[in-house]
């Protein structure tokens, strides 16, 4: 079992900066990619930002120049730094690892895993 482990969340003012942590632990083989989704009270889970295991970014165009994220393959650990933030960026960040393969017995088996979820507010 591959477990999430989210960290960084909290309440900073418009104009601040967070920087969220998501560690994943388990008997993993390999991972495809990572990423930080969120959802706002009201308004559907949206994509801010994926990293692959070889480094290829994407990121939601509300948040292009202000957030970046990386990671680290040695430590299955992917980070997002949020910059200037903006009260639109509240929202419950989830991290979620993409065709994370498992070593199982003698066998491979690959599925998707999310973290809880850690609250994103910023006060304007």
């Known amino acids: 079992q591959v477990q999430l482990v989210e960290s960084g969340g909290g309440l900073v003012q418009a104009g601040g900066s967070l920087r969220l942590s998501c560690a994943a632990s388990?008997?993993?083989?390999?991972?495809?990619?990572m990423g930080w989704y969120r959802q706002a009270p009201g308004k559907q889970r949206e994509l801010v930002a994926g990293?692959?295991?070889?480094?290829?970014?994407n990121y939601a165009d509300s948040v292009k120049g202000r957030f970046t994220i990386s990671g680290d393959n040695a430590k299955n650990t992917v980070y997002l730094q949020m910059n200037s933030l903006k009260p639109e960026d509240t929202a419950v960040y989830r991290c979620?690892?993409?065709?994370?393969?498992?070593?199982?017995?003698?066998?491979?088996?690959?599925?998707?895993?999310w973290g809880r979820g850690t609250q994103v507010t910023v006060s304007s």
């Open positions: 979620n690892a993409d065709r994370v393969v498992t070593v199982t017995g003698t066998q491979l088996v690959e599925n998707d895993y």
């Open positions: 388990g008997s993993i083989f390999s991972i495809n990619a």
């Open positions: 990293i692959t295991s070889g480094g290829t970014t």
